[in-house]
Nanobody, 117 residues
Framework: QVQLVESGGGLAQAGGSLRLSCVAS????????LSWYRQAPGKQRELVAT???????NYADSVKGRFTISTDNAKNTVYLQMNSLKPDDTAVYYC???????????WGQGTQVTVSS
């Protein structure tokens, strides 16, 4: 059973930055798709960013140019660098790992990000 543990959340001011980390209990290089999702109060969980094993990235329009997803296979970690934060970025952020789009994904427990105006 793979465990994913997120960290790095907290309180930031608008315009500030945070870096989220997600550490896997096993080899993160074995996953073909790594993603960050977020869920704001009263809203559905939404995809924020994805990176494939081939290095392709994809971002939600709302975070393009501000957020960057990356991996460090040696540390079994996937990161989400968040710059120019906005109050609308306030949410619980979740890490997801999956072997393919047809397999059951693994989820972390989430980390809270709060951006004040």
């Amino acid at each position: 059973q793979v465990q994913l543990v997120e960290s790095g959340g907290g309180l930031a001011q608008a315009g500030g930055s945070l870096r989220l980390s997600c550490v896997a209990s096993g080899s993160i290089a074995s996953f073909n798709i790594l993603s960050w999702y977020r869920q704001a109060p009263g809203k559905q969980r939404e995809l924020v960013a994805t990176i494939t094993s081939g290095g392709l990235t994809n971002y939600a329009d709302s975070v393009k140019g501000r957020f960057t997803i990356s991996t460090d296979n040696a540390k079994n970690t996937v990161y989400l660098q968040m710059n120019s934060l906005k109050p609308d970025d306030t949410a619980v952020y979740y890490c997801q790992a999956r072997y393919s789009y047809t397999t059951t994904p693994y989820w972390g427990q989430g980390t809270q990000v709060t951006v004040s105006s």
